[in-house]
Antibody, heavy 122, light 108 residues
Framework: QVQLQESGPGLVKPSQTLSLTCTVSGGSISSGSYYWSWIRQPAGKGLEWIGR???????NYNPSLKSRVTISVDTSKNQFSLKLSSVTAADTAVYYC??????????????WGQGTLVTVSS | DIQMTQSPSSLSASVGDRVTITCQAS??????LNWYQQKPGKAPKLLIY???NLETGVPSRFSGSGSGTDFTFTISSLQPEDIATYYCQQYDNLPMYTFGQGTKLEIK
Protein backbone atom coordinates (compact mmCIF):
# COMPACT_ATOMS: atom_id res chain seq x y z
CA GLN A 1 0.00 0.00 0.00
CA VAL A 2 1.42 3.32 -1.07
CA GLN A 3 2.28 5.75 1.72
CA LEU A 4 3.53 9.33 1.55
CA GLN A 5 5.67 11.21 4.06
CA GLU A 6 6.56 14.89 4.00
CA SER A 7 9.88 16.16 5.32
CA GLY A 8 11.67 19.48 5.57
CA PRO A 9 12.33 22.46 7.83
CA GLY A 10 9.51 23.45 10.15
CA LEU A 11 10.65 27.06 10.34
CA VAL A 12 11.52 29.34 7.43
CA LYS A 13 12.46 33.01 7.57
CA PRO A 14 10.45 35.59 5.63
CA SER A 15 11.68 36.19 2.07
CA GLN A 16 13.46 32.84 2.01
CA THR A 17 12.52 29.66 0.11
CA LEU A 18 10.42 26.92 1.65
CA SER A 19 11.62 23.45 0.61
CA LEU A 20 9.76 20.21 1.28
CA THR A 21 10.18 16.65 0.07
CA CYS A 22 7.58 13.91 -0.15
CA THR A 23 8.89 10.36 -0.01
CA VAL A 24 6.72 7.66 -1.55
CA SER A 25 6.92 4.16 -0.07
CA GLY A 26 5.15 0.91 -0.83
CA GLY A 27 5.28 1.46 -4.57
CA SER A 28 7.19 3.17 -7.33
CA ILE A 29 6.47 6.82 -8.00
CA SER A 30 6.83 5.99 -11.69
CA SER A 31 4.31 3.16 -11.82
CA GLY A 32 0.84 3.86 -13.10
CA SER A 33 -0.53 7.09 -14.51
CA TYR A 34 -0.44 9.30 -11.47
CA TYR A 35 0.13 12.92 -10.75
CA TRP A 36 1.66 13.91 -7.42
CA SER A 37 0.30 17.01 -5.72
CA TRP A 38 1.06 19.46 -2.95
CA ILE A 39 -1.81 20.93 -0.91
CA ARG A 40 -1.64 23.29 2.05
CA GLN A 41 -3.88 24.30 4.93
CA PRO A 42 -3.35 27.36 7.13
CA ALA A 43 -4.31 26.80 10.74
CA GLY A 44 -8.06 26.72 11.16
CA LYS A 45 -8.64 27.32 7.45
CA GLY A 46 -9.47 25.40 4.32
CA LEU A 47 -7.43 23.47 1.79
CA GLU A 48 -5.52 25.08 -1.07
CA TRP A 49 -4.11 23.08 -3.98
CA ILE A 50 -0.58 24.27 -4.78
CA GLY A 51 0.37 22.21 -7.82
CA ARG A 52 1.22 18.79 -9.20
CA UNK A 53 3.79 16.91 -11.20
CA UNK A 54 3.60 13.91 -13.49
CA UNK A 55 6.41 11.40 -13.43
CA UNK A 56 7.48 12.69 -16.83
CA UNK A 57 8.21 15.99 -15.14
CA UNK A 58 5.22 17.85 -16.53
CA UNK A 59 3.83 20.31 -13.97
CA ASN A 60 0.68 22.32 -13.28
CA TYR A 61 0.46 25.10 -10.70
CA ASN A 62 -2.21 27.12 -8.96
CA PRO A 63 -2.19 30.45 -10.81
CA SER A 64 -2.21 32.35 -7.51
CA LEU A 65 1.14 30.78 -6.54
CA LYS A 66 2.64 30.00 -9.93
CA SER A 67 5.28 32.73 -9.88
CA ARG A 68 6.76 31.37 -6.64
CA VAL A 69 6.31 27.59 -6.93
CA THR A 70 8.51 24.85 -8.35
CA ILE A 71 7.64 21.17 -8.08
CA SER A 72 10.17 18.56 -9.14
CA VAL A 73 10.48 14.78 -9.09
CA ASP A 74 13.38 12.44 -8.41
CA THR A 75 12.29 8.99 -9.56
CA SER A 76 15.57 7.41 -8.43
CA LYS A 77 14.76 8.38 -4.84
CA ASN A 78 10.99 7.88 -5.18
CA GLN A 79 10.48 11.47 -4.10
CA PHE A 80 8.93 14.68 -5.30
CA SER A 81 9.62 18.12 -3.92
CA LEU A 82 8.14 21.56 -3.42
CA LYS A 83 9.94 24.88 -3.45
CA LEU A 84 8.06 28.07 -2.59
CA SER A 85 10.08 31.25 -2.85
CA SER A 86 9.78 34.66 -1.19
CA VAL A 87 7.67 33.33 1.65
CA THR A 88 5.69 35.50 4.05
CA ALA A 89 3.68 34.80 7.17
CA ALA A 90 0.72 34.06 4.88
CA ASP A 91 2.54 30.91 3.74
CA THR A 92 2.47 29.45 7.26
CA ALA A 93 0.45 26.25 6.95
CA VAL A 94 0.36 22.49 7.17
CA TYR A 95 1.68 21.21 3.86
CA TYR A 96 0.40 17.88 2.53
CA CYS A 97 1.63 15.78 -0.35
CA UNK A 98 -0.92 13.56 -2.03
CA UNK A 99 -1.29 11.24 -5.00
CA UNK A 100 -3.62 12.59 -7.63
CA UNK A 101 -5.54 9.56 -8.86
CA UNK A 102 -7.34 9.67 -12.17
CA UNK A 103 -9.76 7.11 -13.55
CA UNK A 104 -11.54 8.22 -16.69
CA UNK A 105 -12.93 11.64 -15.85
CA UNK A 106 -12.74 11.13 -12.08
CA UNK A 107 -9.95 12.75 -10.09
CA UNK A 108 -9.31 12.39 -6.40
CA UNK A 109 -6.51 12.69 -3.87
CA UNK A 110 -5.49 9.42 -2.24
CA UNK A 111 -3.41 8.70 -0.29
CA TRP A 112 -2.23 11.78 1.57
CA GLY A 113 0.83 12.29 3.69
CA GLN A 114 0.32 13.08 7.35
CA GLY A 115 1.18 16.73 6.75
CA THR A 116 4.00 18.90 8.01
CA LEU A 117 3.68 22.29 9.66
CA VAL A 118 5.81 25.04 8.19
CA THR A 119 5.98 28.33 10.06
CA VAL A 120 7.30 31.48 8.42
CA SER A 121 8.85 33.68 11.07
CA SER A 122 12.04 35.54 11.78
CA ASP B 1 -11.37 30.29 -11.39
CA ILE B 2 -14.24 28.22 -10.05
CA GLN B 3 -15.26 29.16 -6.51
CA MET B 4 -16.81 26.58 -4.22
CA THR B 5 -19.11 27.85 -1.46
CA GLN B 6 -20.11 25.54 1.35
CA SER B 7 -22.84 26.09 3.89
CA PRO B 8 -23.12 26.15 6.74
CA SER B 9 -19.58 26.83 7.91
CA SER B 10 -20.33 25.06 11.17
CA LEU B 11 -23.08 22.80 12.35
CA SER B 12 -24.09 21.29 15.68
CA ALA B 13 -26.30 18.19 15.68
CA SER B 14 -27.27 15.31 17.93
CA VAL B 15 -26.38 11.66 17.52
CA GLY B 16 -28.91 10.07 15.22
CA ASP B 17 -29.77 13.33 13.44
CA ARG B 18 -29.85 13.69 9.69
CA VAL B 19 -27.18 16.20 8.65
CA THR B 20 -27.03 18.04 5.35
CA ILE B 21 -24.24 20.20 3.94
CA THR B 22 -24.46 22.09 0.69
CA CYS B 23 -21.79 23.10 -1.80
CA GLN B 24 -22.37 25.57 -4.61
CA ALA B 25 -20.03 26.01 -7.56
CA SER B 26 -19.64 29.39 -9.25
CA UNK B 27 -20.17 27.71 -12.62
CA UNK B 28 -21.38 24.40 -14.00
CA UNK B 29 -19.03 21.59 -12.98
CA UNK B 30 -21.26 18.69 -14.12
CA UNK B 31 -20.75 15.99 -11.48
CA UNK B 32 -17.02 16.57 -11.04
CA LEU B 33 -17.16 16.89 -7.28
CA ASN B 34 -15.65 15.05 -4.34
CA TRP B 35 -16.44 15.16 -0.63
CA TYR B 36 -13.71 14.66 1.99
CA GLN B 37 -13.79 14.18 5.74
CA GLN B 38 -10.99 15.64 7.85
CA LYS B 39 -10.61 14.79 11.51
CA PRO B 40 -8.45 17.01 13.77
CA GLY B 41 -4.74 16.60 13.13
CA LYS B 42 -5.34 14.21 10.23
CA ALA B 43 -5.24 14.41 6.46
CA PRO B 44 -8.53 14.51 4.55
CA LYS B 45 -10.15 11.23 3.56
CA LEU B 46 -12.24 10.75 0.42
CA LEU B 47 -15.87 9.82 1.10
CA ILE B 48 -17.75 10.60 -2.13
CA TYR B 49 -16.54 10.97 -5.72
CA UNK B 50 -18.36 12.04 -8.89
CA UNK B 51 -20.84 13.83 -6.61
CA UNK B 52 -22.75 10.72 -5.60
CA ASN B 53 -20.52 7.65 -5.62
CA LEU B 54 -19.53 6.21 -2.26
CA GLU B 55 -15.87 5.37 -1.90
CA THR B 56 -15.20 1.73 -1.05
CA GLY B 57 -15.33 1.06 2.66
CA VAL B 58 -17.22 4.24 3.54
CA PRO B 59 -20.37 3.66 5.62
CA SER B 60 -23.64 3.85 3.73
CA ARG B 61 -25.00 6.57 6.04
CA PHE B 62 -22.93 8.98 3.94
CA SER B 63 -24.34 10.08 0.60
CA GLY B 64 -24.01 12.80 -1.98
CA SER B 65 -26.18 14.23 -4.71
CA GLY B 66 -26.37 17.05 -7.21
CA SER B 67 -24.96 18.17 -10.51
CA GLY B 68 -24.25 21.41 -12.29
CA THR B 69 -23.74 24.03 -9.59
CA ASP B 70 -25.62 22.69 -6.56
CA PHE B 71 -24.53 19.72 -4.49
CA THR B 72 -25.59 18.13 -1.22
CA PHE B 73 -23.77 15.90 1.24
CA THR B 74 -25.86 13.98 3.77
CA ILE B 75 -25.24 11.88 6.84
CA SER B 76 -28.45 9.95 7.39
CA SER B 77 -27.87 9.21 11.08
CA LEU B 78 -25.05 11.09 12.77
CA GLN B 79 -22.59 8.99 14.76
CA PRO B 80 -20.05 10.28 17.31
CA GLU B 81 -17.16 9.27 15.04
CA ASP B 82 -18.49 11.57 12.29
CA ILE B 83 -17.26 14.64 14.13
CA ALA B 84 -14.96 16.27 11.60
CA THR B 85 -14.71 19.02 9.05
CA TYR B 86 -16.12 18.21 5.62
CA TYR B 87 -14.87 19.68 2.35
CA CYS B 88 -16.17 19.63 -1.19
CA GLN B 89 -13.65 19.76 -4.04
CA GLN B 90 -14.19 20.36 -7.76
CA TYR B 91 -12.18 18.82 -10.58
CA ASP B 92 -13.95 20.26 -13.60
CA ASN B 93 -11.60 23.16 -14.17
CA LEU B 94 -8.47 21.09 -14.76
CA PRO B 95 -5.65 21.28 -14.00
CA MET B 96 -6.85 23.62 -11.25
CA TYR B 97 -8.51 22.04 -8.22
CA THR B 98 -10.47 24.07 -5.68
CA PHE B 99 -11.97 23.18 -2.33
CA GLY B 100 -14.87 24.61 -0.43
CA GLN B 101 -14.06 26.43 2.80
CA GLY B 102 -15.21 23.51 4.91
CA THR B 103 -18.08 22.69 7.28
CA LYS B 104 -17.17 21.90 10.88
CA LEU B 105 -19.55 19.36 12.36
CA GLU B 106 -19.94 19.11 16.12
CA ILE B 107 -22.08 17.03 18.46
CA LYS B 108 -24.80 18.89 20.31
Amino acid sequence: QVQLQESGPGLVKPSQTLSLTCTVSGGSISSGSYYWSWIRQPAGKGLEWIGRIYTSGSTNYNPSLKSRVTISVDTSKNQFSLKLSSVTAADTAVYYCARDRITGTTHWFDPWGQGTLVTVSS
Amino acid sequence: DIQMTQSPSSLSASVGDRVTITCQASQDISNYLNWYQQKPGKAPKLLIYDASNLETGVPSRFSGSGSGTDFTFTISSLQPEDIATYYCQQYDNLPMYTFGQGTKLEIK
